[in-house]
């Protein structure tokens, strides 16, 4: 699992610091300033150490491109109907048994093809105590729910102190069975997985961490090592990984990553079909291309390391395998 060069000091949120680290590639910086203008940059140090060049597979998915100016016609601002389906701030409720609590709208780092980019940044609302009451009551007054899935923005980066008191509050909702962490901080900054993070994970109720996970070059020791202190709390780890061209689009990308998942005890979830939100078009694999590459799979990697191939439906209608 390799680390790459040694991290820079701080993470990059501007257009100078992507010139300034030699990150731009080919691309003019009034290109760059009219893509920053509209969607959030953060690249911190562990993955800017592992990027080689500004097209290779990390590089790709964070930093930032002209092509994000060009929105297709299917391409949509809220692709999954999250705002549709969002009964109260910080709600969505799409599913009977399932909801989504989106604790604030903030992420460590930016993808480039995030289906939640119009919504996410640096500023991105953080639910006040009276919003997260509000929260709680609506999951409460519905007993078919019966998991909670935490996501945003990124959930890790709050306080342990805070993600703990909200995790208290849903483990105290007598129908609630599970709940679900969505995260991208352990390949993004492991240093956020402190003791104290652990500490506040461990809690009664079952809780799941998925982490989003797009290349093998992103669980490095320090990702691993960050991921070992919550397995032992027993906090299971799922992996979500979004089919990028020219970042895992193909067979030997992703059966590197599925196999490296396995040997850090995370068990391959998702595969998603990029949901198409605006500027991502680069991005697109053709659904035909993803079903081929796994396929080939089949049979030459252990069946725990095949997730299921899933496509998240326009207007918030759910995913489907695929």
Do not use: W
Request: charged share 20%.
């Amino acid at each position: 699992m390799p680390d790459g060069h040694p991290p820079q000091k701080r993470t990059l949120r501007s257009v100078q610091d992507i010139i300034s680290a030699g990150l731009a590639g080919e691309i003019s910086s009034a290109a760059l300033e009219a893509v920053a203008t509209r969607y959030a940059i953060a690249i911190p140090p562990a993955l800017q150490s592992l990027i080689q060049t500004p097209g290779d597979p990390i590089g790709l998915q964070f930093i930032p491109d002209a092509a994000e100016l060009f929105t297709a016609p299917h391409e949509n601002a809220d692709p999954v109907a999250d705002e549709a389906l969002s009964p109260i701030p910080g709600i969505v409720h799409r599913y009977p048994d399932r909801a989504l609590l989106k604790p604030l709208l903030a992420c460590p780092v930016y993808c480039r093809f995030c289906f939640r980019r119009e919504q996410v940044g640096p500023d991105g609302g953080v639910l006040n105590d009276a919003q997260l009451a509000d929260a709680y009551a609506y999951i409460a007054a519905h007993p078919e729910i019966r998991e909670v899935i935490l996501t945003g923005g990124d959930p890790l980066i709050l306080s342990p102190r805070r993600l703990g008191a909200i995790l208290q509050n849903l483990g105290a909702i007598a129908h609630i069975e599970v709940l679900r962490i969505h995260t991208r901080v352990p390949v993004a900054d492991p240093s956020l997985i402190t003791d104290a993070l652990a500490e506040a994970l461990d809690i009664p109720t079952p809780l799941f961490l998925a982490a989003h996970i797009n290349h093998a070059r992103e669980l490095t020791s320090a990702a691993v090592q960050g991921l070992e202190k919550l397995q032992r709390r027993r906090i299971p780890i799922l992996g979500q990984t979004v089919l990028l061209a020219g970042v895992n689009d193909d067979a030997q990308t992703l059966g590197e990553l599925f196999r490296a998942m396995l040997r850090a005890r995370i068990k391959p979830y998702y595969l998603h079909q990029l949901d198409a939100a605006p500027g991502t078009s680069r991005f697109h694999v053709p659904p035909e291309r993803g079903r081929a590459i796994l396929a080939s799979l089949r049979g030459h990697i252990s069946g725990t390391a095949l997730p299921t191939y899933i496509f998240d439906r326009p207007g918030g209608l759910g995913k489907i395998p695929l």
